[in-house]
């Protein structure tokens, strides 16, 4: 069975301060992994994809994460959190053992503090 | 711009009114999808389609009928709807079933069926 959990529902984090969005997966294939943001009231846009390849994925707007195989993880992190990435953001496995069908966290919703 | 749009961007029903959630994209990707998304569920697959005349089921289709005539459009219609369907719906794109490049998502139709 493929899933995918998100750690936390809610951060928060002071403007300038690092970001971190915790995202474990399970997978009995090789897993494609993405993160996907959300504003409020808009669509879903793609911050970074693992697709085999490179470990670490930098993305858009200074976010970057590192799958890590033996520990199942696919965190989210950032250096320094501005007022512009408060957001919904999602992390998303999906690999052949399910017919490459995208499977959605349930969501971690940023606040940045001023 | 390229890209999916989904129409229409808000609607209230009554239960046992049916509609019809409209979704086209230009970017002459084979794989088309529906979701819908609920607080703290992320977002559920409806329907799938990986080319024109394919459609399939995907975690939560009861309820919804759709239909692939062409490449761009994937329509999603409600049959008979029930105030359970109330949710934010996403239609999303690929260029394949893998998705490897992440998929592009509408802006959505936000549904409330009273």
């Known amino acids: 069975a493929q899933s995918v959990t998100q750690l936390d529902s809610h951060v928060s984090v002071s403007e300038g301060t690092p970001v971190l969005l915790r995202c474990n997966y399970s997978s009995s294939y090789s897993p494609s992994l993405f993160w996907y943001v959300q504003h409020p009231n808009k669509g879903l846009q793609l911050l970074l994809k693992y697709t085999s390849a490179a470990t670490l994925v930098k993305g858009i707007n200074g976010f970057e994460a590192e799958f890590k195989k033996s520990e199942t993880s696919f965190h989210l992190t950032k250096p320094s959190a501005h007022m512009s990435d408060a957001a919904e953001y999602f992390c998303v496995v999906s690999d052949r053992g399910t017919g490459n069908q995208f499977y959605f966290g349930t969501g971690t919703s940023l606040t940045v503090i001023p | ?114």
């Open chain 2, 1 to 114: 711009n390229a890209g999916v749009t989904q129409t229409p961007k808000f609607q209230v029903l009554k239960t046992g009114q049916s509609m019809t959630l409209q979704c086209a994209q230009d970017m002459n990707h084979e794989y088309m999808s529906w979701y819908r998304q609920d607080p703290g569920m992320g977002l559920r697959l409806i329907h799938y389609s990986v080319g024109a005349g394919i459609t399939d089921q995907g975690e939560v289709p009861n309820g919804y009928n759709v239909s692939r005539s062409t490449t761009e459009d994937f329509p999603l219609r409600l049959l008979s709807a029930a105030p359970s369907q109330t949710s934010v719906y996403f239609c999303a794109s690929s260029r394949t079933r893998q998705g490897a490049g992440g998929y592009t998502f509408g802006s959505g139709t936000r549904l409330t069926v009273v």
